[in-house]
Structure formats: structure tokens, C-alpha cells
DNA sequence: TAGTGGTCTAGACCACCTG
DNA sequence: AGGTGGTCTAGACCACTAG
């Protein structure tokens, strides 16, 4: 027995991955079961199955109790995308950041209801407009945002240590800057702005909408497969 | 001993995001240790282990051995993205898929070097443009696609089955239809696109380059802390 | 209903890092 | 240098589901 040993599940993982890429294992078809693979690879199962999760999750492959394990047919590719605080986002650019109330007042909102909280600021990197936050906050679910003045501290900051989500709907998209959002992010009329409208939830209620309009020029980067 | 017991990693990990959106556990506050977690859990370590690793992947916790186990400070959340198939993402939304080939000639890319193949191509929706296709291809890692024609099968599709990647960089963006893409698209010029760059390759070696531009109105929607 | 993956356990050793 | 998380093991039982 000249086999070679793989001793631990990120070994396991590349051999697996160097049998699909070298076609050894094609799209669709069952591979060995984890007992088998275990035997072939000198290891405990556990290892073996380690290995075997962590690329399910990346999508690489499809496992069903009894059916067994198969090669992914169509590898929809998960990228992974980071949503830092933007205060965050601007430094981590080397950025000097900087915030502005420009509005705070109660009102209604389809959604939230009656007792919502509409704030507009702006964020700025270097004192250039960098993203318009439109947001509404739900304060039934946040009563404290009702005492918040929202000047010296953003929106987008406080909520993440006082009111923390259990989930959240992201939305990207594509737009054109009207007149009022132009002369917000110092563009001209009619540029791209990248849109991100993002709703989070704690449990099964809202707690905040907020539309996230980029000067033109903002992207999104990030890597698929990167960490495999 | 009337502790509750949490028998599975599923349940653990509830309980952890519970006393942190409990404020029992506070942002930037180191918790127990995994001995201490698993004896109050009535459980073995391996099991708290696996619910902690569970939570630092998501972003909520952050490890690192000899210092423990702490609430993470900017819970700088992770969107997963999925990327699928063009085919698939427009037959998901009911509709029926078309595709054509519109340009196929080899050329020089800056990146890929001289033996480069470059394809232009439209895939619609109910024969409605939905997002248009501009690649190039490396010859030199993906030799096969020089006897492809492209005009049956579009090269998003064929790339997947023969030419295996193992990592890609993707890049989201907002643009405006120039008038030779809103023709392209039906659009109007000056319209809002939405644009995913992204290249992919196989270890060091690029396999393709591509910009997908989608016809106005397209989104990209995906969830945070639904899976947790 | 039988086979496969999902999970738990108790113990062990190791790698890393902070103090 | 010692404590913490990272991982492996051998064995066991359970949950799901294809045939």
C-alpha cells in the first residue's frame, strides 16, 4: 500500500478538487462514499466528511443522505460579498471620513408603519461625496433611535450595536442620478449610481429600510473560489 | 443541575446568537472558552467547537487561539452572492431562454496575450435582451474553444464544462448605455446598466475575461444571516 | 428498508499566540 | 510557557430518502 496519505480535510479537499479539475470526476456522477474515501485516503471518516461540507457549502458538490455524494452539475458559483459599516468602507480605502445629518424627522412608511423614523445623511471620503443614505427605522422595534439626534453618529453606525438583526434582504442595482441625488453627491444628472437597498430584520420584524445611492465610479469587489 | 441542555451544534449556535442579541454577550467581549461552553452545555467540546467555527465563518465571531473566543466589533456581514448560469437564471424566472452569437474573431487582448479569442453575444429572455455578453477567451489554457463555434452554445455555458476554474475576481458596477450598447440591449441611450466584470482562472493562468452588461431594471438580490 | 450522510462523544495531540 | 482553538480518531447512533 503505496497510497499516499491525506491526513487532514484541507488535503482531502484539494485532492478532491485536483480529481474534478483533472476530469477524473465529472459533473453529475456519484464519487465514493465517505467510508470509502476514508479507507483510500488512510483517515477517519469525520475527516473525510469535514472535507466533503466545506465544498457542499462552496457548491462544488451536491450531498443527499442515501443518494450519496455527486459532483455539482451546474456549479452556481457563491461569491461571497463583505457589507462593512461605511465609515469602515472609506478608511479602509485610506479615506478620511466624514458624515452629515441633512434630514431626521417622523413619519409614516408603508412598511414600517406609523411610528418610523425618516433620516437622509451623507457620507463623505476625503470630504467628497461618496454614498447618499436614504433610510427609514422602525421605532417600535428600535424605540431608542427616537432619541438619537443622528449628528454625530450615523444611522448606519449606531444601529449595528443597538439594534442587532437576525437577517437582511440585499438588493443591488443599477440607476441614474436624478437632479436632487446629483447635487447631493456632487455628479452630474444622469450618471450611474449604484444602488444598494437593504432591509434587515430581527426575527420577523423590520427594523430598518435604507437605500444606499454611490457617487459614480463605486464598486463591488470580490473573489469566488478564493478561499478554497 | 437544571441546565437546559443544547444537545446538537444547531441548538448551540442559537443559544450563542441569543445572548448576543440578548446583550448578554456584548461586541468586542470575549466569551467562555469552548471547555467552559461545552461542560455548561452538557456537551462535548466538539460540538461547541462546531457551532463557533460555524459563527466566525459568518462573520459574528472572531478566534484566534490562545486569546479565545470574542463577539466580533463590526460584524462586517457576508452577503453570499450566487452567480448562476445565464441559461439558468433566466429560465429560473419562468422565462424562455434564447441566445445569439453576434461577433468571433480571435485578436490580441492587453492581458491574454496574442492568442486570444474574442466573443460578443446576446442573451434574451421571451426574445427580450437580457444581458449582453463580452468575453475573451485564453487560447493558450483553453485550446478547445478555438474549434467552437459559440453560435449553438454560448461560451458562458461551454466554458463551464471544459474549462474548470479555480478561483475568479468579480466586479459589480453601475453604467450608463452607450448608444451602440443600448441598441444592443433595446434600451435607451443613457440608460442605467448594470455591469459584472469578472475574470477567471485556472491556478495563475486566466482563462477568460467577460463583462456582462444587463439590460436596465436588472438586480441582484441575495440575503444576509438568512442561513444562521 | 437498507444505505448514505449528519452528528455526537471522549480523548488526544498539535499549532498558534498572548502575556 | 501555558492556554486556547484546530484537528484527528474510533466508534456509535440517528435522520433522511432512494429504490
Redesign the interface.
Given at each position: 500500500m503505496s497510497q499516499p496519505q491525506f491526513k487532514n480535510w484541507q488535503a482531502i479537499q484539494a485532492e478532491v478538487?485536483r480529481r474534478?479539475?483533472a476530469r477524473e470526476w465529472v459533473?453529475g456522477q456519484t464519487i465514493p462514499g465517505e467510508v470509502d474515501l476514508a479507507r483510500e485516503f488512510g483517515c477517519a471518516r469525520a475527516t473525510v466528511n469535514r472535507a466533503m461540507q466545506a465544498l457542499a457549502d462552496a457548491g462544488i458538490l451536491e450531498r443527499r443522505r442515501k443518494a450519496g455524494t455527486r459532483v455539482a452539475l451546474?456549479?452556481?458559483?457563491?461569491?461571497?460579498?463583505?457589507?462593512?459599516?461605511i465609515r469602515?468602507e472609506i478608511e479602509d480605502r485610506g479615506a478620511t471620513y466624514s458624515y452629515r445629518l441633512i434630514n431626521r424627522k417622523t413619519g409614516v412608511h408603508p412598511l414600517l408603519g406609523a411610528n418610523a423614523l425618516h433620516v437622509t445623511a451623507l457620507h463623505q471620503a476625503d470630504d467628497t461625496p461618496f454614498v447618499f443614505e436614504d433610510r427609514w427605522i422602525n421605532l417600535t422595534v428600535a424605540p431608542d433611535a427616537a432619541t438619537q439626534a443622528f449628528e454625530a453618529i450615523s444611522a448606519n453606525e449606531w444601529l449595528?450595536?443597538h439594534a442587532?438583526?437576525?437577517?437582511?434582504?440585499?438588493?443591488?442595482?443599477?440607476?441614474?442620478a436624478t437632479k436632487g441625488l446629483a447635487e447631493r453627491l456632487d455628479a452630474t444628472e444622469?450618471?450611474?449610481?449604484?444602488?444598494i437597498d437593504r432591509t434587515?430584520w430581527?426575527r420577523d420584524r423590520a427594523i430598518t429600510i435604507v437605500r444606499l445611492s454611490?457617487a459614480?465610479g463605486?464598486?463591488?469587489?470580490?473573489?469566488?473560489?478564493?478561499t478554497?
Amino acid at each position: 500500500m503505496s497510497q499516499p496519505q491525506f491526513k487532514n480535510w484541507q488535503a482531502i479537499q484539494a485532492e478532491v478538487l485536483r480529481r474534478i479539475h483533472a476530469r477524473e470526476w465529472v459533473p453529475g456522477q456519484t464519487i465514493p462514499g465517505e467510508v470509502d474515501l476514508a479507507r483510500e485516503f488512510g483517515c477517519a471518516r469525520a475527516t473525510v466528511n469535514r472535507a466533503m461540507q466545506a465544498l457542499a457549502d462552496a457548491g462544488i458538490l451536491e450531498r443527499r443522505r442515501k443518494a450519496g455524494t455527486r459532483v455539482a452539475l451546474h456549479p452556481v458559483s457563491k461569491a461571497t460579498v463583505d457589507i462593512p459599516v461605511i465609515r469602515q468602507e472609506i478608511e479602509d480605502r485610506g479615506a478620511t471620513y466624514s458624515y452629515r445629518l441633512i434630514n431626521r424627522k417622523t413619519g409614516v412608511h408603508p412598511l414600517l408603519g406609523a411610528n418610523a423614523l425618516h433620516v437622509t445623511a451623507l457620507h463623505q471620503a476625503d470630504d467628497t461625496p461618496f454614498v447618499f443614505e436614504d433610510r427609514w427605522i422602525n421605532l417600535t422595534v428600535a424605540p431608542d433611535a427616537a432619541t438619537q439626534a443622528f449628528e454625530a453618529i450615523s444611522a448606519n453606525e449606531w444601529l449595528i450595536t443597538h439594534a442587532p438583526y437576525t437577517k437582511g434582504d440585499i438588493t443591488f442595482s443599477a440607476a441614474i442620478a436624478t437632479k436632487g441625488l446629483a447635487e447631493r453627491l456632487d455628479a452630474t444628472e444622469g450618471a450611474p449610481v449604484f444602488v444598494i437597498d437593504r432591509t434587515t430584520w430581527d426575527r420577523d420584524r423590520a427594523i430598518t429600510i435604507v437605500r444606499l445611492s454611490y457617487a459614480p465610479g463605486y464598486q463591488i469587489h470580490t473573489m469566488i473560489g478564493g478561499t478554497i
